[in-house]
Structures are given as structure tokens and as C-alpha cells.
């Protein structure tokens, strides 16, 4: 089996290694990543004519590793259109992503958003997440626990277009997980998302990094720095199964979803007689 894989925290996240280690059982892997972060960038590409920076990072036998400057989208489409071909990839694989990515987060989500672009092209596929944005997060979870989910779901997994599946780990280690769910995608917002950036870095304790330097330094004087950082919220009213109320309660959450977006029971109900 071909396995392309790729995620939104960069090629050299922690995350993302750890999945290629669990994936390497399953076939031969093409890992095409972003060379910085890309997160919230959904189905994104990088276009406009625009110039992208791709490397060849490594290869070995079974496992290639490039990277692209662009988003997760791009990178799926980098990896079908010009390191696969023309082999096409039997499945596409984005993660583990450091951050949840239940409820209505996988419509922001560059992990999530990869996965959608495997979806698009016909090819079996799955977004992987952890609910902690911790860099060097524990992965126990996944990797006691993935590989089961993967030996069940991949014989379901072919012939259905259109379809991806997003799971959800809580930020627990392995012996404290409750189980495995399915789930159905829950209802949730964001709230105070944009906040004072001085302010934010004091309450956390955080220093800039250095792309946030190379901003500032060229901030204009009458421009002021905002974070977005909001509060994940509930919107209420959730049916039990909603995979951030399961996931809070320490159950892996696996949520079928898909890319048709339309609205089928408001196409049943709606008249127009024009």
C-alpha cells in the first residue's frame, strides 16, 4: 500500500513522526509536509502564481520525505501530482496534529483540510489529532491505540467517494483512555478570539519566536498586534455522541464526515417555483 502523509504543524513536528512510525507497517510512505506551520488553513492552496519552495528531505526504502512551503492542501496535491505519479497514493493520512479537531474546529483545520484534498481525489483518507497543543505532547494514546482503530477502519474504508474520517485523541496517556467511539461532528464556537498580543505573551509566559520578531520589526507605528487565541465553547444543546463532549470525557473519537456540503434535508423542504 502507498501512504501519503502530511500534517499542518510542519515536517518536523513531533506528531507527525510519531504517525510515520506507526504507519510504516502498512506500506510504503511519501511524507510531503509544510515547512513551517499551517494550521487553520482548511483546504487552502497556495496559488496566484505564487512561488513554492519544495526540498527532498531524505529517502530510505518504504519511507520519502520532502517538504513544501505551502499549505496541507498543496502538499497532498505536490505529493499526488508530482512525487507519486504516476502511482497515485492508496491512502492519505494528516496528523497527529497537536490540537484537537472535533466538533466544528475540522472546518478550520489544515489537518483536516488535507485530508478533505485526499477526499477530493478519490483516495481513501484520515485526519489524526491530540487534544494538546504541547510540542512535545505524550503520543502513547495513539500509538497503543491507532493502530487497532486502522486494522478495523481501513478494510471500510474503499470505494466510498467523497468520504474521510476525522479521530480524536484525548491528551491522556494510554492506560487512561476509556475507549473508542463513534461519533458524529458537535456544535461549538469560538469566543474572545482576538486578544491584545503583549498581554497575551505576559499571561502565558511565552517569548516571541522568531518569525513573530521578524514581524514586529516590521510593524508600522500606527499598528497595533492582536493574538488569535479565543475560548472553545460549547454552543449547547449537543446530542451525547458529539465528539468534543466524548472526547472531553476521555474517549477517542472517530467522526465520519464528507465533503459534500449539502444540505439535504433543506433541499427536501425547500420550493421554489420560479
Keep these: 500500500m502507498r501512504i501519503l502523509v502530511t500534517n499542518d504543524d510542519g515536517y518536523d513536528a513531533k506528531g507527525l513522526r510519531t504517525l510515520v512510525g506507526i504507519l510504516r507497517k502498512y506500506g510504503e ?46 502538499c497532498i496535491k505536490f505529493g499526488i501530482d508530482n512525487v507519486l505519479m504516476p502511482a497515485r497514493p492508496d491512502l492519505v493520512v494528516s496528523g ?40 512535545d505532547a505524550d503520543f502513547s494514546g495513539v500509538e497503543a491505540l491507532l493502530p487497532k482503530i486502522l ?4 478494510p471500510q474504508m474503499q470505494g466510498h467517494y467523497g468520504l474521510f474520517y476525522n479521530i480524536n485523541f484525548p491528551a491522556r496517556p494510554a492506560a487512561e483512555l476509556r ?11 469560538w469566543e474572545h478570539e482576538y486578544q491584545d498580543y503583549g498581554r497575551f505573551l505576559e499571561r502565558l509566559g511565552r517569548v516571541p519566536s522568531e518569525e513573530d520578531c521578524r514581524y514586529v520589526a516590521h510593524l508600522e507605528s500606527d499598528e497595533e498586534l492582536y493574538v488569535m487565541a479565543g475560548d472553545f465553547t460549547d454552543n449547547g444543546d449537543n446530542p451525547a455522541d458529539a465528539d468534543h463532549l466524548l472526547l472531553d470525557q476521555g474517549y477517542v473519537t472517530i467522526t465520519p464526515q464528507n465533503i459534500d456540503n449539502t444540505a439535504t434535508a433543506e433541499l427536501d423542504r425547500l420550493c421554489v417555483t420560479i
Design 29 to 74: 510512505i511519501t511524507v510531503v509536509a509544510p515547512k513551517r506551520p499551517q494550521s487553520g488553513m482548511s483546504m487552502a492552496v497556495t496559488m496566484g502564481f505564487k512561488p513554492i519552495a519544495v526540498k527532498h528531505i531524505s529517502e530510505e526504502e518504504g519511507e520519502d520525505w520532502w517538504y513544501l512551503d505551502g499549505t496541507p492542501a498543496s
Design 96 to 135: 497527529v496534529n497537536h490540537g484537537s479537531n472535533a466538533a466544528t474546529a475540522a472546518i478550520y483545520s489544515g489537518t483536516i483540510g488535507a485530508a478533505m484534498e485526499g477526499a477530493v481525489n478519490g483516495i481513501p483518507a484520515l485526519g489524526v489529532s491530540l487534544d494538546t497543543f504541547n510540542p
Design 151 to 154: 486494522d478495523q477502519l481501513l
Design 179 to 189: 475507549g473508542v467511539r463513534l461519533t458524529r461532528m458537535g456544535y461549538a464556537h
